[in-house]
């Protein structure tokens, strides 16, 4: 990497759908360091696929070149099912190959297959491992080759390699004998808002209903929080916010399976307002998961000071520590078991949510998770 001075640092990032959007957690990542980095007086510029928004054409919005003061580049991309992330990825990597870019940072698994290609013309290559992502269960055979190809890539050409959990880490070293640099998430603080919006558009009030927010994806285990809830003795509802992520015919299996039981809401794609007041008057969020890298929908659920239950893996678990209950991941009857206790026990709930804001901000701050991705750019002040 040719040697420049700090403040004339040119920072690239890829792999994220596009930049500002809470079409899912890589994309919040990139936001928050590339707001950081660019106050700093870094220069930085994001790589944004071009396509529709996950949520559908609705939540599209117009392409900008500038945002808070980070550059926005829109790259060719094939918007279908399996392609658009390779795509989009290819066109990146060629552009920053090519461009005046010290440091590449690359977000995602899949993304990283392109790695050698700005390794090639001397670029330093950072890594976001975001997850194992090639273990989800959306992919075909062709995608989980491609997706598992990037993280050979990763081993092979990165200068350093970020995860977000010790879980993660410890694959890396025992699958590659490779180290990672462990840096978590951050979250912003939250402002608790009354149920308005959500009272006019889903009839659903303060505490009245269990919350999952996340994409609809099977790793999510929304499948079996459905089969839980149909077997508890409660009156809360059970409200299911996310859109899909190429998943379309999972959506449908969940609705089907849900079809009989008028409780279960199912809200679509949320942003803004509406997904500031669901987060804000749940009485539990619930997230259980089978596969995480780190859950950013828990560290915003616990900054809104919720009670949480996920599953017991430990990418979920290590964030919670004792501010929150897990269950046997896949097990519906642990799941249902452990809704029930929660529902039964308001004075538990309530000992959880005023345990959960606190200790989410003195554990997870998006400046410290900048300042240390900076010291892998070899930024040390």
């Known amino acids: 990497m040719p040697k420049v001075k700090e403040k004339k640092l040119r920072i690239a990032m890829l792999g994220h759908k596009r930049i500002p959007s809470r ?6 990542v990139v936001e928050e360091l590339a707001k950081r980095m660019s106050k700093l007086g870094f220069d930085v510029t994001c790589f944004n ?17 500038e945002y808070c003061g980070v550059k926005l580049k829109n790259v060719w991309t094939l918007d ?7 795509t989009s990825s290819f066109s990146a990597a060629f552009c920053v190959a090519f461009g005046r870019y010290d440091v590449v940072h690359f977000h995602a698994e899949g993304p990283c297959a392109m790695m050698w290609l700005p390794k090639l013309f001397g670029k330093k290559c950072i890594a976001t491992i975001h997850g194992l992502d090639h273990q989800r269960a959306k992919w075909g055979k062709f995608a989980s080759w491609y997706i598992r190809t990037g993280e050979k890539c990763a081993v092979r050409f990165a200068d350093d390699i970020i995860v977000l959990s010790d879980n993660v880490k410890q694959y890396f070293k025992e699958t590659y004998n490779r180290d990672t640099v462990f840096i978590p998430n951050g979250v912003l603080p939250a402002q608790c808002k009354e149920a308005d919006e959500i009272t006019e558009h889903y009839k659903i009030h303060k505490d009245d209903y269990i919350l999952f927010l996340g994409r609809l994806v ?15 003795n409660t009156d809360k509802k059970l409200v299911i916010a996310g859109g899909t992520s190429d998943s379309s015919d ?16 199912f809200t679509g794609f949320v942003q803004g307002k509406i997904l500031e007041e669901l987060y804000s008057n749940a009485y539990i969020y619930v997230l259980p998961s089978d596969l995480e890298g780190m859950p950013l929908s828990l560290l915003e659920a616990m900054s809104y000071g919720n009670c949480c239950l996920t599953s017991d893996i430990p990418e979920c678990a290590s964030v919670l520590g004792e501010h929150g209950l897990t269950f046997l991941k896949g097990n519906a ?10 529902c039964d026990s308001p004075q538990l709930v309530q000992e959880f949510k005023e345990q959960a804001a606190d200790y989410i901000y003195s554990k ?14 070899g930024i040390t002040d």
């Open 333 to 342: 009857q642990s799941l249902a078991d452990t809704l029930q206790q929660l």
């Open 80 to 86: 279908k099912k399996g392609l658009a992330a390779m």
């Open 49 to 65: 696929r071009r396509g529709h928004h996950v949520g559908g054409v609705a939540f599209d919005e117009k392409t900008a070149n």
């Open 364 to 377: 997870y701050n998006w400046d410290d998770v900048t300042k240390d991705t900076l010291k892998l750019y």
């Open 23 to 28: 079409e899912g957690g890589v994309e919040i």
């Open 218 to 232: 099977p790793e999510k285990g929304v499948k079996y929080l459905i089969q839980a809830y149909k077997e508890l």
């Open 250 to 265: 999972y959506l449908e299996e969940l609705k089907k399976l849900a079809a009989d039981d008028p409780k279960i809401i």
